[in-house]
């Protein structure tokens, strides 16, 4: 493969090297389309999970390995993932990204049984983490002038923020339409379509300096945060699972006219073997950071976490990461379950988020050079927490104009006027060694961030299924009565959304507190330039 960009060191490279690159637009646009493809295949095959293991005679017992596969290696392995990409090249590391995403994507599509699904589920986590972080990574080097930066960010945020509600239209779409399968084969021709365009199009750009492998400083960060992601992701799975249960438990007995008592869910919470991989991950990832402390050229440099403004961009990405997948999915399911919307009308019930996204993102890329990013962070973290607190309000007949869609809409706007500055604030003074750790560190946060909300938001909604369920019982209201068991599930959404409002909420003032940069602090010194002739 011939890579069309002159190597830095040529003749005339570095007469050029101040100039920003000419095709950098269309660079973004070919970029945009595979960020996409990770985004959405975070939610695509959710609405699909009851088509597949029918079709593929999964047990319930196994089936949250379609998900979990996915985004326990995502997760562990962005931090090196993002150190290939500085060490070894941005555009060959995401070139290898996007073709090894395609053909775990198409073995997915062709699976025959469950282990050929998983691991291609694994698969797909594995090459999403090369081609995330040298996606963002590629934007930090070829956009440096803060305002062009800016409106680059505002495209990966729209899609940041607005993906995971396409991908669950995309999912419904195609489920009902078409086949399971294709929740994958989607991806082949975006895929092989961006590697065409990327050879030509997307420049190269590599870290200078010291370029050796941290390869313990790997090992331990990678078994510690896919320990820490899949002990958070079997809580919300068991908590999701014995809320299920009892769900399908007490509409039968309510079908049959029998006389038994509602069935009250267990806290995922309980489960000894998931609290032992949380600590087992934390204990890692502690060794981790002492290691990295002491390593010359470490795969996570401290000094990208602990600048006071890249960590509180860090910690911000966790707690919007936290309550933002978690709502996606109980939104979701009281479409489904409570309003009985069929997929494709509960894929569609999600875009108000996307169009919020989308106008605040392009608004946003716009007021970061001028305002700087935290006026813009604290606004969008208030706006997203109050359309979650709104939507906590829904209940068995709430008509979709009322609560729903002002809900979502506020959540959109909150998310594109978050994502956009957090995306540029937690990459800019990286300085060019290190804006693949930087942007896997991000990626990273946001991925932790979800599996950790969606286990807390679960067990909180199952507590309180249980809470208002012995409360009917001690009332003596009938157990038969199918709006008993549907107002419980209802009772348990709006606290998820309550809870998930209060985790942006926190978020807002992390932002507030801890970050001090203002619009000057933008274009930083000595970011990555891409060398073309």
Known sequence: ??????????????????????????????????????????????????????????????????????????????????????????????????????????????????????????????????????????????????????????????????????????????????????????????????????????????????????????????????????????????????????????????????????????????????WLFIVAGLVLVALFVLLELRTRNPLLPMRIVLDRNRGGAYLTSTLVGAGLLGAFFFLSLYFQQVLGYEPVMAGLASLPTTLGVFISAGLASVLVPRIGPKPLMVLGGLLAAAGLFTLSFVGLDTGFWELPFPGQLLLGLGLGFTFVPLSNLALVGAGQHDAGAASAMLNATQQVGASIGTAVLASLSVAAISTYTADVLASGANPQDPSVGLAAQVEGYTTAFTWAAALLLLGAVVSAVLIKATKEDLPAEGDAVVHVG
């Not at 960020?35 to 079709?55: C, R, Y």
């Not at 090196?80 to 053909?103: C, E, H, P, Q």
């Not at 025959?112 to 972080?133: D, I, K, S």
């Not at 989607?186 to 870290?207: G, R, T």
């Open 1 to 274: 493969m011939t890579d069309p960009t002159p190597n830095a060191s040529a003749p005339g490279a570095h007469a050029a090297a101040d100039e920003p690159y000419e095709r950098r637009w269309l660079a973004l646009g070919v970029i945009a389309m595979t960020v996409l493809l990770v985004i959405l295949d975070a939610t695509i095959v959710n609405i699909a999970l009851p088509a597949v293991t029918a079709d593929l005679g999964i047990s319930p017992a196994s089936q949250q390995w379609i998900v979990t596969a996915y985004t326990l290696t995502f997760g562990g392995f962005l931090l090196l993932g993002g150190r290939i990409a500085d060490f070894w090249g941005r555009k060959r590391t995401y070139l290898v990204g996007a073709a090894g995403f395609a053909v775990a994507s198409a073995l997915g599509g062709i699976a025959q049984n469950e282990a050929m699904l998983f691991g291609a589920r694994a698969l797909q986590g594995v090459f999403g983490a090369l081609l995330a972080p040298a996606s963002l990574a590629l934007l930090t080097v070829l956009f440096t002038d803060p305002k062009e930066r800016a409106k680059a960010f505002g495209v990966y945020g729209a899609i940041a923020g607005g993906g995971s509600a396409v991908g669950l239209l995309l999912g419904g779409v195609l489920t009902e339409y078409a086949d399971w399968r294709w929740c994958f084969w989607v991806n082949l021709p975006v895929a092989l379509l961006a590697i065409v365009l990327a050879i030509p199009i997307v420049p190269e750009s590599k870290a200078p300096g010291d370029t050796s492998y941290d390869i313990p400083g790997a090992v331990l960060v990678t078994l510690g945060l896919a320990s820490i992601v899949y002990g958070f992701t079997r809580v919300a799975e068991a908590s999701q699972t014995n809320a299920a249960e009892a769900a399908a438990a007490n509409a039968e007995a309510a079908a049959q006219g029998g006389a038994a008592a509602l069935v009250v869910p267990e806290s995922g919470w309980a489960d000894g073997l998931a």
